[in-house]
Nanobody, 127 residues
Framework: QVQLVESGGGLVQAGGSLRLSCAAS????????MGWFRQAPGKEREFVAV?????????DYAESVKGRFTIGRDIAKNTLYLQMNSLKPEDTTVYYC???????????????????WGQGTQVTVSS
């Protein structure tokens, strides 16, 4: 059974930084792709970033976070990270990590591609 547990959310002022963590068990990074999504109330889940290790290493970001967010991992801890810098009020929402057995990048931007999800962590950016 795959389990994903996020942490690191909180309240920060605009321009500040947060680092989200996603501790994974039951599936190693080498056999999966890992993504971050976010979802505001009443809206669809939105792609944020993905890292895949199926064929080499593939990394991609949503246009809205490029240059500000960085996705990474700690292999020893089997933990995925999302370093978020220069945060904006519009980044406020719940963030989720997810795991997929798919390695195709275009599919990894779709939430339906992922088979396991964490419980989510709230990020609030004040203006």
């Amino acid at each position: 059974q795959v389990q994903l547990v996020e942490s690191g959310g909180g309240l920060v002022q605009a321009g500040g930084s947060l680092r989200l963590s996603c501790a994974a068990s039951g599936r190693t990074f080498s056999s999966s792709s890992m993504g971050w999504f976010r979802q505001a109330p009443g809206k669809e889940r939105e792609f944020v970033a993905v890292k895949s290790w199926w064929s080499g290493t593939i990394t991609d970001y949503a246009e809205s976070v490029k240059g500000r967010f960085t996705i990474g991992r700690d292999i020893a801890k089997n933990t995925l990270y999302l370093q978020m810098n220069s945060l904006k009020p519009e980044d406020t929402t719940v963030y989720y990590c997810a795991s997929s057995k798919t390695g195709e990048l275009r599919l990894l931007k779709l939430s339906g591609t992922y088979d396991y999800w964490g419980q989510g962590t709230q990020v609030t950016v004040s203006s």
